[in-house]
């Protein structure tokens, strides 16, 4: 306890902890309470003394404090305390697991209360009793107290979960047990830590206005991509991971060619022909794609998609056909797949600045002329709810023509296996080049090549996977938080390889089904770009468990499995089922579906 810390300590017994606590050099102010009345708490053997050692050190002592009802306590009111103690909880008597639940559950909703935004609260309890994997051994859920679930009910997390080392307080006698003048079980017993989560961010309509070879666009992005857009991740000034990653990458791969980053803004939307001139091989069923609103936002789709739902208009709610000619069309829009269209733009750029440099053709020690040309930005990609499928990622790509005599293809290949191996990347061949390839994710990456006269190089990496891997997230939707705890962790600038702290320990899983008849063509992109939308990102699978075709009517019904699971915010019980109301609320108004 470096600082002055304000300590409330809820049902103490004979006050022997709050005691201990004022023993210690370290500045405080400690508030001890109990729920029993003065004369009863002086019953407890020794309770006299300690309350005198308490108020010695100017702490105070109160009386008929119900740990669940903090914010009525009038003694209470105005003071914010830093950290809030609960010793050992216990309903009384032979209670079962769910009252205890409930006492926990109403504790941590009253704590709030009185909590100060960056304060604690710390939960003792015997071994086995929290439900987490810390219990050595582990209780069976439903005869635990699920401290975790508990706790997010009142939008707590665990932070921290540690052995409670009773030795380190020496005047602490255990007592309580059963309402008796016993102590609890010690051995083994659990400090559990909780903080405040983060509030979620409630999805919208994002307006963008971009400049599309030479044409000014106003358009929307999609609700549920909202809060991936203008994060700053790969800023010059950023230590986000993926721009750790970037910047690693960088600095080795510069050792074997010249490097040149483009610097220039290049749009999020492209038009059909520039993807198709750039990269046609891209699946197009994974594009969002993008109705324009120019000018007053009046044209019939816009008008269209703001009378079905009753809100802003969304790109992604009013699709364009998949049937459109790539080639020819030039008034057709989707949110950039990949980096690979823009990239002549890049060349273009970073070229013109080489020859002022006088950069161009340079070779380097080990014998590989010329140099690469990179980019890095955000690209989409409308892929279903899964693990590893991210709708959005930060893509880095470099492209160059290389001298065919000097092996540049192994070497770049040795150069890119030395890097990340260690990391778990595999590197196998196919049939247009290399494909980087890492458990459980999968694709990472690709090298594209193209032999001529000399050797044309695309490298494709994922920098959201890499950073996944090389920091250890447990999840990728991590690297979009906005908990200050995470980008507090990267303030230092720590090498790859260094694991994340997570500050969430244990998250709940909760899993729903939903199903519902529909009469339309059933457009599944839509559905899982509707739950990203009302669950704010929290649910990280869906699966498609039942589909049935009604033989009279024309109708079809089906049953999806939604998981919620969260490691950047509190997630609920009481929370996951609004986000499953939502989705409901969703589906019945934007895709007229009738919930089963």
């Known amino acids: ?139 069976e859920r439903h005869n635990s107290w699920q401290v ?87 800023t010059s000034d950023s230590v986000h991971p993926v721009k750790l990653v970037q910047d690693f990458l960088l600095e080795r791969l510069q050792e074997k060619w010249s ?89 273009t750029s970073v070229e013109t600045e080489m020859e002022k440099k006088d950069l161009k053709g340079i070779h380097l020690d080990h014998g590989v002329a010329s140099s690469l040309v990179g980019v890095s930005g955000l690209v989409f990609q409308n892929v279903p709810v899964k693990h590893w499928a991210l709708p959005v990622f930060h893509e880095l790509l470099f492209t160059g023509v290389l001298h065919k005599k000097y092996e540049p293809v192994k070497v770049l290949e040795q150069t890119l296996g030395t890097l990340l191996a260690p990391y778990g990347v595999s590197l196998v061949t196919k049939q247009e080049g290399l494909h980087l390839v890492a458990q459980p994710m999968g694709l990472i990456g690709k090298v594209l090549t193209n032999n001529t006269s000399d050797v044309s190089v695309t490298v494709s990496l994922n920098l959201d996977l890499l950073a996944v891997l090389m920091f250890s997230f447990p999840d990728w939707r991590l690297l979009w938080s906005h908990d200050p705890r995470f980008s507090q962790q990267f303030a230092i600038r720590p090498t790859p390889g260094t694991p994340f702290a997570t500050y969430s320990l244990y998250p709940e899983i909760f899993s729903f089904d939903i199903s519902f008849w529909t009469e339309m063509a059933w457009e599944e992109k839509k559905f899982h770009g509707l739950v990203r939308e009302a669950s704010c990102g929290t649910v990280e699978h869906v699966k498609l468990i039942d589909q049935f075709s009604h033989p009279d009517l024309s109708q079809t019904s089906y049953c999806y499995r939604l998981v919620y699971h969260s490691h950047t915010h509190a997630l609920s019980h009481t929370q996951a089922i609004q986000f499953h109301k939502r989705l409901e609320s969703l589906l019945s108004s934007c895709l007229e579906v009738t919930i089963r």
């Open 259 to 347: 490097v040149s980053m483009m610097t220039e803004t290049l749009p999020l939307l492209i038009t059909a022909k520039q993807l198709h001139l750039g990269c046609p091989d891209i699946d197009h069923t994974l594009f969002y794609w993008i109705h324009t609103c120019q000018k007053e936002l009046d044209c019939e789709a816009c008008t269209s998609a703001r009378e079905s739902e009753g809100k802003g208009v969304d790109g992604i709610r009013s699709l364009c056909s998949p049937d459109v000619d790539l080639e020819g069309e030039t008034a057709v829009y989707m949110l950039r797949p990949s980096l690979r269209p823009l990239m002549e733009v890049a060349k």
């Open 148 to 234: 975790v679930a508990m706790a997010a009910e009142a939008r707590l997390i665990l932070s921290d979960v540690r052995p409670f080392e009773s030795d380190k307080y020496q005047i602490y006698k255990c007592t309580g047990y059963r309402s008796q003048d016993k102590g609890f079980h010690l051995e083994n017993a659990m400090l559990h830590v909780f903080t405040r989560s983060v509030p979620y961010s409630c999805p919208q309509v994002f307006k963008m206005e971009e400049f599309v070879e030479g044409e000014k666009i106003q358009y929307n992005i999609p609700s549920e991509l909202s809060d991936y857009i203008s994060r700053g991740f790969l």
């Open 1 to 139: 306890m470096s600082r002055s810390l304000s300590i409330l300590l809820v049902g103490e017994g004979n006050f022997s902890f709050s005691a201990a606590l004022c023993c210690f050099p370290s500045e405080m102010s400690v508030t001890a309470t109990c729920l029993q009345p003065q004369e009863e708490a002086l019953r407890q053997e020794g309770a006299l003394n300690n309350m005198q050692i308490i108020k010695d050190s100017g702490g105070r002592v109160l009386f008929e404090v119900d740990s669940t009802k903090l914010g009525e306590c009038a003694s209470l009111q105005g003071h914010l305390f830093d950290r809030v103690v609960f010793n050992f909880p216990h309903c009384g008597r032979k209670s079962g697991v769910k009252k205890n639940r409930q006492l926990l559950q109403d504790f941590f909703l009253s704590c709030i209360q009185v909590l100060a935004e960056d304060g604690e609260v710390h939960v003792s309890l015997c071994n086995g009793q929290g439900g987490t994997p810390a219990d050595q051994p582990r209780r």
